[in-house]
């Protein structure tokens, strides 16, 4: 397995079928808008403690820019692409069963060997509206300021 077919498995998954995070989707349909605080740096801020914080940032602004946010794994996947990839299809494929605004979120390095956690939910960030998208209400979790 190359490289970039790795790169097409990594999903985001949702309350519709999978589509990859390298390609634009529309969260309206699958997130309610819950308005525009607080800001990602602050929310992170606020987050910096909690166990297995990943935060996607969108670097640059431009249309249909978004940064994921996302805390407290349900498990952690580790292995190498050759022998253990079947354990990330199975949780894919949980994952488009249970819904959710989760994902697999972490790393594959150039070795083959990948790290990625089992995010049952998340929070996206729309840059161009200024609004978080949160079907999970997982604003409700994050620890007062």
Same mark, same amino acid.
């Given at each position: 397995?190359?490289? $970039? ?6 999903? *985001?998954? /949702?309350?519709?079928? +999978?589509?990859? @995070? !390298? ?7 699958? $997130?309610?808008?819950?308005? @525009?605080? +607080? =800001? ?14 990943? &935060?996607?940032?969108? #670097?640059? #602004?431009?249309?249909? @820019?978004?940064? *994921?946010?996302? &805390? ?12 253990? *990839?079947?354990?990330?299809? $199975? #949780? !894919? #494929? ?7 605004? /989760? /994902?697999?979120?972490? &790393? ?11 995010? +049952? ?8 509206? /200024?609004? &978080?998208?949160?079907? =999970? ?9």
């Amino acid at each position: 397995m190359s490289h $970039a077919d790795c790169r097409r498995k990594i999903v *985001w998954y /949702g309350l519709h079928p +999978p589509v990859s @995070t !390298l390609q634009p989707s529309s969260l309206e349909t699958v $997130a309610e808008k819950i308005g @525009t605080r +607080p =800001d990602p740096v602050g929310l992170v801020q606020r987050l910096s403690g909690e166990p297995g914080l990943v &935060w996607l940032d969108s #670097a640059l #602004a431009g249309p249909g @820019t978004r940064s *994921w946010l996302a &805390w407290r794994p349900q498990s952690v996947l580790r292995g190498h692409l050759d022998h253990d *990839w079947g354990q990330v299809e $199975a #949780a !894919l #494929a949980s994952g488009r069963i249970g819904g959710g605004s /989760g /994902g697999l979120f972490g &790393w594959v390095g150039f070795d083959g060997h990948f790290v990625l956690g089992i995010y +049952p939910q998340s929070l996206v960030y729309d840059h161009d509206r /200024g609004q &978080w998208f949160d079907p =999970d209400n997982l604003l409700s979790q994050v620890p007062a300021e």
